[in-house]
């Protein structure tokens, strides 16, 4: 079918999206139009011929419908997960996604040559997909959401430490749901030449320009007005985290003078060597000490009886990820008061202002891009010790927990210290925590088993960190807490989207001195 050419090419668009093949309509002022696929052009005509082996226009549209629809789908997450949602929520998505949608589609009919057209198509809508894409793998690991905790975690998480959570965590419905929009691509890519766009000359023409400055203003006010969506308030709450964290590190001289100002600090000069044990992903249902089966805590279920200690059976973490338990445990703020995060001093900060000599030994990694604040105030000690040479890079050790036995023996004793020893533990990997010699449980399956191994072997290292502390002269006191646990029965590992309260059943103790009790 041929059409007489004295119509205007901004009509291209209404023929376009016809339930019929669409007719391109071409005018003799634009004679020099560039050739496209399955277009045939004489002087006076222009007429749209379908290939054989090309995708009909008809179903252009469905295909390139396909991003929008992935990008809206993360609203049937949250139903999914029992999540409440209001009808304005996912009427603010839905409209922010579709302005935003059609004004790329709109802007990529501005671009004159075919080839870069369809390389801006592709990639637009690729981006357009990822953050859908993300939801929807971390559901099919989760089964939940995403929520801000979730993103400040990856983002304190380097990319070995990730390998490694997704070795234990994955599973093939995340891999499909990854798969199946990704597919899309490549269609994406062939679809799009068959999209009309706009000559340069066409631009002249007035009402063409009136109409599109028109079509990009409604768009714009779209995507405006519904800029308070799902995917902004996820993206404007970790920033407000990632702005505290950034204070507190600004802060430090502040909270220096706090110190002074606020807190009746003691300069006695009376000796005392303090030691404080932070575990990892410990379970206190998977220690016998607690009441398990196996017999995976031999060393502290002997000091039951010991009048030294005091073991506490129904301690708790206040989150289920490090940074936000350690925060908490290592400064003044707590989860009970009002404390600005950038306002709270922390453990070392008020131990210096006492003269106590500060030192920090781990065998976690030590993360650089993003600093956090269990990072900064282990920068305060005075003296670090940071076993794993791969910092920054991996997760996997270069030693076990038990070569901080041997760092602890190194340090030089004065008359007041506090010790702090952040232990790698039981973090998944479970199988990369211990020495082959303490592949000891089998029957449980193999996370369990791989678990209760790992405590096996923590219950070793800390019975020698707590006799090598003891030879300490001046020693006082040893403390020991996991900053929270895995939900290994539940194989939920520790992820706050999907909490249940086993996530939160940590281990609790201490241990004094003879002089300390008679002291105090």
């Known amino acids: 079918m041929f059409v007489s050419t004295k119509t205007d090419c901004s009509l291209i668009f209404f023929n376009f999206f016809s339930r019929r093949n669409p007719i391109l309509l071409y005018n003799r002022r634009f004679y020099h139009l560039r050739r496209a696929k399955g277009i045939t052009i004489n002087s006076h005509y222009i007429k749209y011929n379908c290939p054989h082996n090309s995708y009909p226009p008809r179903k252009i549209l469905g295909i390139l419908t396909i991003p929008l629809i992935c990008s809206i789908s993360p609203l049937f997450i949250k139903v999914w997960s029992l999540e409440t949602i209001s009808q304005s929520d996912m009427m603010h998505m839905i409209g922010f996604l579709v302005g935003l949608y059609c004004l790329l589609l709109l802007l990529g009919t501005l671009i004159p040559k075919l080839k870069l057209r369809q390389v801006y198509y592709t990639i637009v809508m690729t981006c357009l997909m990822l953050p859908a894409i993300s939801f929807w793998f971390y559901y099919g690991i989760s089964g939940t959401t995403i929520h801000p905790d979730t993103l400040m975690t990856i983002f304190q998480t380097n990319l070995a430490e990730s390998k490694s959570y997704l070795k234990d965590n994955i599973t093939p419905s995340a891999i499909l749901f990854s798969i199946i929009p990704l597919s899309v691509i490549p269609l994406i890519y062939h679809v799009s030449s068959f999209l009309p766009s706009f000559q340069i000359q066409t631009l002249h023409n007035k009402k063409t320009i009136f109409l599109l400055l028109i079509f990009c203003y409604g768009l714009s006010w779209m ?75 031999p060393w502290l279920t002997q000091q039951l009886n010991n009048p030294n200690f005091i073991i506490y059976n129904n301690a708790y973490s206040c989150h289920t990820h490090t940074v936000p338990v350690l925060t908490y445990a290592l400064t003044a703020k707590n ?30 990694v030590q993360y650089g891009a993003w600093d956090t604040p269990t990072t900064i105030i282990a920068s ?141």
């Open 223 to 297: 995507i405006s007005h519904n800029k308070n969506n799902m995917y902004q308030e996820l993206y404007k709450e970790t920033q407000e985290y990632l702005h505290q964290y950034n204070t507190f590190a600004e802060n430090k001289k502040k909270r220096e003078h706090n110190i002074i100002s606020s807190f009746n600090i003691s300069q006695s000069t009376a000796p005392g060597v303090y030691f404080l044990i932070i575990g990892e992903s410990q379970n206190r249902l998977h220690m016998n000490t607690y009441g398990y089966e196996r017999d995976t805590t």
């Open 380 to 520: 305060e000690a005075d003296e670090q010790h940071w076993i794993n040479k791969n910092v920054g890079e991996t997760t996997k050790t270069n030693f076990y927990d038990e070569q901080l036995i041997h760092s602890l023996a190194k340090v030089h004793p004065t008359d007041k210290m506090l010790i702090i020893i952040h232990l790698m533990g039981n973090h998944g990997s479970y199988e990369d925590r211990y020495p082959s010699s303490y592949n000891i449980y089998h029957g449980k399956g193999k996370n369990i088993d791989h678990y209760d191994n790992s405590i096996r072997y923590n219950d070793y290292v800390v019975s020698e960190l707590y006799e090598t502390a003891k030879s300490f002269p001046n020693y006082k006191a040893f403390i020991y807490f996991s900053d929270h646990t895995d939900a290994v029965d539940q194989n939920l590992a520790h992820d706050s989207s999907n909490f249940v309260y086993p996530m939160t059943y940590i281990p609790f103790y201490m241990a004094f001195s003879k002089n300390y009790q008679q002291e105090y």
């Open 335 to 364: 989860q009970y008061n009002k404390i600005k995060l950038e306002n709270a001093v922390s453990l070392i900060e008020v131990a210096k202002a006492a003269n106590f000599k500060t030192v920090w030994l781990s065998n976690q």
